[in-house]
């Protein structure tokens, strides 16, 4: 196991918001998170990644607790893409770059160059190199922050909502590329998704978050009609088209 989640609970001072949040990922997989608007999916990611001090609770990753670690340790061991970021007069080299900060102690070495330039070839960012932030469009920057997290090579990606602002194509490419890297690399990924059929085709398990706790977790098998009802309050019917589940609403 990668990543060892065990009863966590976060509230604001006017609001209670996760609780009793345990689970694991193990070394390759995907984690998508799901829920309807304001259960806590982003505030569970930040809990993860130490931007927020949960009030209960423990993260390990790797078997070490996040909350003892020094900040570029903790750099090296989760790379996080929120929904907001970036500084617009930074180049898309050179926020990618900056995913190598944990790594460079007095200078840029080549390994830092060398990864960046795979990792925006990777990412089809290669003529965008020398673009400032604020000359992309907003699938073009979503592209270049979640490069940034995985020149971090670290052993854990979080990454909040990654394909909002994805065209058909690019969301199926990057999360191609996300599951590809999670798989050769033998990292994990946890993704906060609203597609949930989006979720099917990539996740490789699936939490469901009702009320500010887990609902229902695992593989496939969590995917049925009841249980999207419940968490959505919305009818749906599951279809098969071959092996793949499709959720379509009624
Ligand atoms: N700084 C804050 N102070 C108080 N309450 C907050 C703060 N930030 C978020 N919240 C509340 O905490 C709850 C969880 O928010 P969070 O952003 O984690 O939800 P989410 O599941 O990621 O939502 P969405 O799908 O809309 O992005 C919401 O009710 C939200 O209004």
Redesign the pocket.
């Given at each position: 196991m990668i990543l060892d989640i065990q009863g966590l609970a976060f509230k604001?001072p006017?609001?209670p918001?996760i609780q009793n949040i345990s689970f694991e990922v193990q070394k390759g997989e995907c984690l998508a998170i799901l829920?309807t608007?304001?259960?806590?999916?982003?505030?569970?990611l930040k809990c993860i990644n130490r931007i927020l001090k949960p009030q209960h609770g423990v993260v390990l990753v790797e078997k070490e607790e996040v909350f003892k670690l020094s900040r570029p340790e903790l750099a090296k061991r989760i790379g996080y893409v929120s929904q907001r970021q970036g500084n617009p007069r930074y180049t898309v080299f050179d926020t990618v770059l900056l995913g190598r900060k944990p790594y460079i102690k007095w200078d840029i070495s080549s390994r830092d160059l060398e990864v960046v330039n795979q990792v925006l070839a990777l990412m089809d960012l290669t003529d965008f190199s020398l673009r400032f932030l604020d000359e992309l469009s907003g699938g073009e920057l979503q592209k270049v922050i979640i490069a940034r997290a995985l020149a971090q090579e670290a052993d854990v990606l979080l990454l909040d909502?990654p394909t909002s602002n994805l065209d058909l194509k690019n969301q199926y490419e990057v999360l191609r590329i996300i599951k590809d890297v999670v798989q050769s690399k033998q990292i994990a990924a946890v993704i906060?998704m609203?597609d949930i059929n989006l979720a099917i085709r990539f996740a490789d398990k699936f939490l469901f978050l009702k009320q500010g706790e887990i609902f229902t977790a695992g593989g496939m098998e969590v995917i049925t009609a009841r249980n999207v009802e419940s968490v959505y309050s919305i009818p749906v019917c599951v279809e098969h088209f071959g092996n793949v589940p499709v959720v379509l609403p009624l």
């Amino acid at each position: 196991m990668i990543l060892d989640i065990q009863g966590l609970a976060f509230k604001y001072p006017s609001r209670p918001v996760i609780q009793n949040i345990s689970f694991e990922v193990q070394k390759g997989e995907c984690l998508a998170i799901l829920g309807t608007n304001g259960v806590g999916k982003t505030t569970l990611l930040k809990c993860i990644n130490r931007i927020l001090k949960p009030q209960h609770g423990v993260v390990l990753v790797e078997k070490e607790e996040v909350f003892k670690l020094s900040r570029p340790e903790l750099a090296k061991r989760i790379g996080y893409v929120s929904q907001r970021q970036g500084n617009p007069r930074y180049t898309v080299f050179d926020t990618v770059l900056l995913g190598r900060k944990p790594y460079i102690k007095w200078d840029i070495s080549s390994r830092d160059l060398e990864v960046v330039n795979q990792v925006l070839a990777l990412m089809d960012l290669t003529d965008f190199s020398l673009r400032f932030l604020d000359e992309l469009s907003g699938g073009e920057l979503q592209k270049v922050i979640i490069a940034r997290a995985l020149a971090q090579e670290a052993d854990v990606l979080l990454l909040d909502e990654p394909t909002s602002n994805l065209d058909l194509k690019n969301q199926y490419e990057v999360l191609r590329i996300i599951k590809d890297v999670v798989q050769s690399k033998q990292i994990a990924a946890v993704i906060t998704m609203h597609d949930i059929n989006l979720a099917i085709r990539f996740a490789d398990k699936f939490l469901f978050l009702k009320q500010g706790e887990i609902f229902t977790a695992g593989g496939m098998e969590v995917i049925t009609a009841r249980n999207v009802e419940s968490v959505y309050s919305i009818p749906v019917c599951v279809e098969h088209f071959g092996n793949v589940p499709v959720v379509l609403p009624l």
